[in-house]
């Protein structure tokens, strides 16, 4: 039961703080009208990812925190369907591609950076094609194609050029959290951390209720 804990606890964490990014970071680039929000709201969440998988590895890690931060989604005071679809890209991709070439990801600072390039661009251009001829959103149907190009080649170029600092950023970052817990790994130091995250957890998940009404 503890190993199914400490499995679940962190991917609890990282989905929250993903959503949390989700729903306040997008609102407020939108309030200061920062262009490209989406751009930069995918590299910082690289982050999340990358520190995520560093301190728990498993197969749907990301994936599940993507579903946990799609809730968050739900209460964004614009919010549309296929931002779920995106959310849920987002972690599929990085879980198929974080598996796929893990041994170079974690072995190499140009192949690590060459990947976060690849899987913003891929995410882009997937959400794209799925929110054009999959959910068949209006305003994405309304431009077709040259809508997914356009997208791709603007935000989607973005994100992965940021992507290409974030995701090593993230590495760096979650190489110190293993070292912390791995040195604060007592059981009397691991009901702290536990009792700490659940707190964090909480209280995210209060204020994104009250930010909803």
């Known amino acids: 039961m503890r190993a199914f804990i400490e499995k679940l606890t962190p991917v609890i964490i990282f989905g929250t703080i993903w959503g949390a990014l989700e729903l306040f970071g997008v609102d407020l680039f939108r ?10 709201i995918y590299a910082i969440t690289l982050i999340v990812m990358t520190v ?13 925190m993507a579903l946990i931060a799609c809730t ?12 779920v679809a995106a959310v849920m890209i987002n972690g599929l991709l990085f879980d198929f591609g974080y ?6 990801i974690e072995a190499g600072f140009i ?12 995410s882009f251009a997937l959400f794209a094609l799925t929110a054009t001829f999959l959910i068949k959103e209006i305003h994405w149907l309304e431009r077709g194609w040259p809508g997914v190009i356009e997208f791709t080649t603007s935000s989607g170029l973005i994100a992965a050029a940021a992507s290409l600092l974030t995701i090593n950023l993230g590495h760096w970052l979650g190489n110190l959290a ?4 791995s040195k604060n790994k007592t059981h009397l130091a691991a009901n702290y951390l536990y009792a700490g995250s659940i707190i964090i957890v909480a209280s995210i998940w209060l204020i994104g209720q009250l930010y909803r009404t």
């Open 52 to 64: 995520s998988k560093k301190i728990i590895d498993f197969p749907i890690s990301v994936t599940i």
């Open 31 to 40: 309030y200061f009208d920062i262009p490209n929000k989406t751009a930069w």
């Open 178 to 181: 293993v070292v912390f817990i």
């Open 72 to 83: 968050f989604k739900t209460a964004s005071t614009s919010f549309f369907a296929c931002q």
């Open 111 to 122: 192949i690590r950076s060459l990947t976060g390039f690849a899987l913003a661009i891929s």
């Open 99 to 104: 598996r796929a070439l893990k041994p170079r």
